[in-house]
């Protein structure tokens, strides 16, 4: 059963604040009238049982909660503090107050309590009844940051570990890698790669590209008119003013481009801008919806059927993206040492850059693949945008990525490069503003808008995530090249302590020793596989078996 706490934030002189300040602007004709005493023949009751001082303990009738609520002192939220939770939840099931709206009528210093009675609402009413209880945290958050920003009909939040890689040299500088994962020996894997890169005297990065892109999708009357308005747009006279009306919106939005495609009498325009150091979807949303206006005046007859046409395209997998970048476009390259790529990665030169050739390109050539061409770039970027308070979904066209391997210095060292050109970070706005998310951005020193030059944080932050990247693939590279990844896989198939037994009977099998020498056998010759060669003390303690590529 619940039982009912005492809201934290609220405290007596709160209510004596709130009662008085109702009852000097309440017109009097508004105010509670208490009952004619004649009517029960007992004693009168006193404003006090109608405002109390306190919300009671006692869970009090409908028909009262409904009155303190409605009559008592206003804004509502005076009279919801006179109301303990399980009458607030009371009125809630009764349609008096919906709870999508708790934190409007709860107000700004309740908003824990709005949460709170938003579980219990929900779990009461679920099948089953576990919410309220469960071990879902959302105590102690700043849901401030959160209202009208981030999320609605909040009931908590959901953690995820966070776990630091590194540190990486990027450009010179060492940084720790936040990853949020849950994902056993992700991080471990990625901080051996990092090891491997700074070896080589880290990551050099260059980025080619900045610009989110918006493509609208706009009818029009006729194929006629709709020709003419792709020339206009196209004309010097139709991209200046298309370019005015958008940059008016904000001081950071520049366009840079307008590249524009017709499908029938559909008009498409995928606008590109510069937005500083916000990932910039609404910042671009609100300067073309600006253009189109300036668009709509020159052409009267044309419909705006949706600001996003899905030419832009937003976390969905686009060919577009790929050839033409999205967000940041970056590309990493480092120099391994050939003595490192020994004793650190277990490999060698010829092995890795043989299996990059092999999976990387042809395979995911072979797969039909659009900016698959790495191992599991999006593991590792998928991690820091959730560390770093960026839009997960992204990670969709963000992660595109091909991971090149060539032998350097007369086939002695490794060259790698990772080249991903739709990277869409920022760090204002978003989920960057919130309080741990921040905590990482200030780790890394990124956080916010760059003091001078803007756009230069998330620029940053998307060469770091590049070179986390870089990492990541030469680690699993090299496991999978050195044969360690089927090894592990042997030994270290399921975490012992999370994973239930299986409810049915294992099917006998060849031992795995026996598999491994089959295999090996069937690779004689110049293998990259080598199944009786031990695992790294600090490999076996990887179980890479569990990284999903
Ligand atoms: P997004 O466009 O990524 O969805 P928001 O619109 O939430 O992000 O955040 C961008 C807001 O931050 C804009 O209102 C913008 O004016 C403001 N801002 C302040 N400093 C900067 C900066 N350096 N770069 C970009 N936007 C900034």
Redesign the pocket.
Request: hydrophobic share 40%.
């Given at each position: 059963m619940h039982t009912f706490v005492r809201p934290s934030t609220f405290t007596l002189a709160d209510v004596d604040r709130k009662l008085n300040a109702a009852k000097l602007s309440l017109p009097k004709a508004q105010q509670l009238t208490p009952p004619d005493s004649s009517s029960e023949g007992g004693s009168s009751p006193s404003e006090a049982d109608y405002f109390p001082e306190f919300p009671s303990e006692e869970v009090r009738p409908l028909d009262q909660c409904i009155a303190i609520f409605e009559k008592g002192p206003r804004p509502a939220s005076a009279s919801l503090a006179l109301l303990n939770d399980e009458e607030v939840i009371q009125l809630a099931d009764a349609g008096k107050i919906a709870a999508y709206a708790l934190e409007k009528l709860l107000g700004m210093d309740a908003l824990e309590r709005a949460v709170r009675i938003r579980r219990a609402l929900i779990s009461r009413a679920s099948s089953t009844q576990t919410l309220e209880l469960s071990a879902i945290p959302h105590e102690s958050y700043d849901y401030s940051r959160v209202l009208g920003a981030c999320c609605e009909n909040v009931v908590g939040y959901i953690p995820i570990p966070l776990g630091v890689a590194g540190p990486l040299k990027v450009d010179g500088v060492s940084y720790p890698i936040p990853m949020a994962t849950a994902e056993g020996t992700l991080v471990a894997s990625t901080s051996r790669g990092c090891k491997a890169l700074n070896a080589g005297g880290g990551v050099t990065t260059v980025l080619t590209a900045d610009g989110m892109t918006r493509g609208p999708a706009i009818d029009f009357p006729s194929l006629v008119q709709a020709g003419q308005a792709k020339a206009w747009i196209e004309s010097e006279e139709g991209y200046s003013a298309l370019r005015t009306a958008f940059e008016s919106t904000?001081?950071?939005a520049k366009l840079k481009s307008l590249k524009t495609a017709l499908a029938g009498r559909t008009l498409y325009i995928r606008f590109t801008t510069a937005?500083?150091?916000?990932?910039?979807?609404?910042?671009?949303s609100k300067g073309t919806e600006k253009a189109l206006d300036a668009l709509q005046k020159r052409f009267p007859g044309m419909v705006i059927l949706a600001l996003s046409g899905n030419y832009c395209t937003d976390k969905k997998p686009a060919a577009i993206n790929w050839i033409e970048g999205r967000g940041k476009s970056v590309v990493a390259e480092a120099v391994v040492p050939g003595h490192v790529v020994k004793n650190v990665l277990k490999t060698t030169v010829q092995d890795l850059c043989n299996l990059n050739i092999k999976k990387n390109l042809i395979g995911s050539a072979m797969a039909g693949s659009i900016g698959g061409f790495n191992a599991h770039a999006a593991n590792i970027l998928t991690a820091i945008f959730l560390a770093t308070g960026q839009d997960p979904a992204q990670n969709v066209e963000s992660s595109m990525c091909m991971t090149l391997m060539e032998p350097t210095n007369g086939g002695e060292d490794l060259l790698i490069s990772v080249n991903m050109p739709c990277i869409e970070v920022?760090t204002?706005?978003?989920g960057t503003v919130l309080g741990p998310q921040q905590g990482v951005l200030d780790m890394l020193g990124v956080r916010g808008?760059?003091p001078t030059q803007?756009?230069k944080n998330a620029q940053t932050l998307a060469r770091i995530i590049a070179s986390a990247v870089m990492a990541g693939e030469l680690s699993l590279m090299s496991a999978l090249a050195a044969g360690h990844l089927i090894r592990a896989h042997m030994t270290h198939n399921r975490s012992q302590v999370n994973t239930p037994a299986p409810s049915a009977p294992v099917t006998p099998g060849p031992q795995s020793n026996t598999v491994l020498a089959q295999l090996a056998r069937s690779n004689s010759g110049r293998s990259p596989f080598s199944p009786l060669t031990p695992l790294t003390p600090s490999m076996s303690q990887l179980s890479l078996s569990k990284l999903r590529r």
């Open positions: 904000s001081r950071f937005t500083g150091d916000a990932m910039g979807m609404n910042m671009i920022g204002v706005g978003g808008a760059h803007p756009g």
